[in-house]
């Protein structure tokens, strides 16, 4: 018979918090595991190689309903990888995206930055950058528009 792991050891050996684990067990993304004697979390090595391929999933930048059809996908392993190819391909995308809005997002730092040569507060180019909100800057709008 397999040893069962508590949700404490779950969450030690992947790195995933308990409250993390309780809330995929909610959203359906990792199945409620049996319970001990005394009403506890007794976790599987499936459960163990499960909430692994999400946290790795996670790590990599995936968003849930992302996970969530690839976890569906891993449960078919005769079906075409496709649409695994398809989620990959689009997460690059969205890296790419984000590595373009944050090489913007450096570029006017560093030339707001180079602007300041120290002094005082009140002549400041940093703060002044800041403060002024009449430009319509559109950094950090979440939609990837740099302006």
Same mark, same amino acid.
């Given at each position: 018979?397999?040893?069962?792991?508590?949700?404490?050891?779950?969450?030690?050996?992947?790195?995933?918090?308990?409250?993390?684990?309780?809330?995929?067990?909610?959203? !359906?993304?990792?199945?409620?595991?049996?319970?001990? @004697?005394?009403?506890?979390?007794?976790? @599987?090595?499936? +459960?163990?190689?499960?909430? !692994?391929? &999400?946290?790795?999933?996670?790590?990599?930048?995936?968003?849930?309903?992302?996970?969530?059809?690839?976890?569906?996908?891993? @449960?078919?392993?005769?079906?075409?990888?496709?649409?695994?190819?398809?989620?990959?391909?689009?997460?690059?995308?969205?890296?790419?995206?984000?590595?373009?809005?944050?090489?913007?997002?450096?570029?006017?730092?560093?030339?707001?930055?180079?602007?300041?040569?120290?002094?005082?507060?009140?002549?400041?180019?940093? &703060?002044?950058?800041?403060?002024? +909100?009449? +430009?319509?800057?559109?950094? !950090?709008?979440?939609? !990837?528009? &740099?302006?």
């Amino acid at each position: 018979m397999q040893k069962s792991l508590s949700i404490g050891d779950l969450s030690r050996a992947t790195g995933v918090k308990p409250t993390t684990i309780r809330w995929y067990e909610a959203e !359906g993304l990792l199945p409620e595991p049996g319970r001990t @004697a005394g009403g506890h979390r007794a976790y @599987a090595a499936s +459960h163990l190689q499960r909430l !692994g391929f &999400i946290r790795h999933a996670r790590e990599l930048g995936f968003a849930m309903p992302a996970v969530r059809a690839l976890l569906d996908l891993a @449960a078919e392993p005769e079906q075409d990888c496709g649409k695994a190819h398809a989620a990959a391909m689009s997460q690059i995308e969205a890296i790419d995206a984000k590595m373009r809005q944050l090489t913007a997002l450096r570029a006017e730092l560093s030339r707001v930055a180079e602007a300041c040569q120290g002094g005082r507060v009140a002549e400041c180019r940093i &703060i002044e950058t800041l403060a002024d +909100h009449t +430009h319509g800057h559109c950094l !950090g709008s979440g939609h !990837g528009v &740099i302006c």
